[in-house]
């Protein structure tokens, strides 16, 4: 089942039908069991009827977050390790992720607040001092503060490879910066875990056309999300639940940066499309 969050309020949506919650977004995903107290909701309410639903979820999408931190695993896939080793060759720092691909703890960083994350629909910034931008796809954990995995979204770890490759030590400016992180459509939640074999599509388009396509699944993935979680929340409390963006799988070849108004369109199973559209700070000071 989906949860929406809307500018009318919360929105659960099962196989067609959509029914509304009267909660707070924080209280509602925070539960334990999260997916059998949705089910109950779902027993005990009325579908909302056809011209309703269309109103709340072709109107606009707010991403799936409140109060919570975004946070996000690196180097998670082969394909991210290579990446990096090849833009931080001159820099020197290639071995670094070498070594946390292989080794027991993995690179974990602290993303954004709500403030700094784009829904579907919405922009995502590339940064005016940053010659070299990707989107990068990402699976993207919900989980509660108990440290409970509670549901799925889709999520775009917005970088600049060139900042990230001068130096690994600019890694926080390389990921931090106003709307460089999306997450949504929707909170996908399930009691199962998401299966592994669900696909993971990026698709970049420039004036309509695709530019960048590219798919693989989410299985492809160096460690498991409980390892992940596990260290995430070893010394750090989220009274709120986390987000937790769980590394890049696709990457574009090295040729390849973003400009203002390409569409950035992402796809996982079972969770739906997230499209955003490139563009950029107004305010940039430097
Ligand atoms: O090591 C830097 C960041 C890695 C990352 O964001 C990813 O692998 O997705
Ligand atoms: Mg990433």
């Known amino acids: 089942m ?5 500018t009318k309020g919360i929105i659960l949506e099962q196989a067609g039908a959509a029914y509304i919650v009267d909660d707070q977004w924080d209280t509602l995903i ?36 409140g109060a919570q931190e975004v946070w996000a695993a690196g180097v998670t896939y082969l394909k991210s390790r290579d990446a990096r080793m090849e833009e ?4 020197g720092a290639a071995s670094l992720y070498d ?55 889709i999520g775009n770890d917005m970088s600049s490879r060139s900042i990230e490759g001068e ?26 875990p998401i299966p592994g074999e669900s696909a993971i599509k990026l698709v970049i388009k420039r004036n309509d056309v695709p530019v960048y396509e590219d798919e693989t699944t989410i299985s492809r993935i160096k460690r498991s999300f409980t390892e992940l979680v596990g260290y995430l929340y070893a010394e750090c409390d989220f009274p709120q ?18 400009q203002v108004g390409d ?12 499209v955003n559209i ?3 700070n107004p305010k940039h000071k430097l």
């Open 2 to 6: 989906k949860l929406y969050k809307t």
């Open 30 to 65: 925070n539960r334990d069991n999260l997916a059998a107290y949705l089910q109950e909701i779902i027993d005990d309410t009325t579908a909302l009827g056809a011209d309703v639903q269309h109103e709340f979820l072709n109107g606009p999408l707010l991403p799936p977050i």
């Open 88 to 91: 931080s060759e001159s820099s």
């Open 99 to 153: 070594k946390v691909y292989d080794a027991p703890r993995p690179e974990l960083f602290f993303k954004a607040t709500a403030q700094r994350v784009s829904g579907h629909g919405a922009e995502v910034y590339i940064r005016k001092d940053s010659e070299w931008n990707v989107p990068e796809p990402e699976l993207t954990l919900y989980i509660n503060s108990k440290g409970n995995i509670q549901g799925y979204t």
């Open 167 to 192: 130096n690994a030590l600019y890694l926080p400016q390389a990921k931090i910066y106003e709307k460089s992180a999306a997450l949504g459509p929707c909170l996908y939640v399930s009691a199962e």
């Open 241 to 258: 639940g986390c987000f937790l963006m769980t590394g890049t799988c696709l990457v574009p070849p090295p040729t390849f940066t973003l």
């Open 263 to 274: 569409v950035v369109v992402i796809t996982i199973d079972n969770i739906g499309t997230m």
């Open 278 to 280: 490139i563009g950029i």
